[in-house]
């Protein structure tokens, strides 16, 4: 009868290290997702020379599907004027560059949180992607 009464004990505890390496999965799946998406929208601003709305609409729309988030909580900071590609030494380093930062929050972050005492809002985090791309676009 005690080993049962242990069992009851030790086997929730047990069971929330399959949970969480479960939920670690699903948020690893989602950052790759992010990251996935974030490139290639990178890839298109490169050739554009800049973030135009049409690749910020496409950005916002796959990765609220994609990800099931609004796209209201989706945070983008994109370089929407057009840089131009330069064949000549830049001291300050700033010409021809794309800057990108994509936030997304993620709920959860531990499995069982309630049941360990986590706070619901202490139990979020925002994944963020940035970066910096260098324009193809030829000036006209």
């Known amino acids: 009868m005690k080993q049962f009464i242990v069992l ?75 840089r131009y590609r330069i064949n000549y030494f830049d001291p300050s380093g700033q010409r021809g560059l794309i800057h990108y930062s994509v936030s997304v929050p993620v709920d959860r972050i531990m499995a069982g949180g309630s049941f360990l005492g986590i706070a619901a809002e202490k139990n979020r985090m925002t994944y963020t992607v940035r970066g910096t791309l260098a324009s193809e676009r030829l000036p006209e």
Do not use: W
């Not at 990251?35 to 890839?43: I, M, Y």
């Not at 050739?47 to 796209?71: D, M, V």
């Open 8 to 82: 009851a004990a030790v086997l929730p505890l047990m069971m929330l290290f399959l949970a969480q390496y479960a939920l670690d999965q699903r948020n690893h799946a989602a950052a790759s997702y992010l990251q996935e998406q974030v490139l290639l929208a990178g890839e298109l601003a490169r050739q554009e020379g800049c973030f135009t709305e049409s690749i910020k609409n496409g950005l916002l729309e796959a990765l609220s599907t994609g990800l099931g988030i609004p796209e209201e909580e989706i945070g983008l900071e994109l370089t929407e004027t057009r």
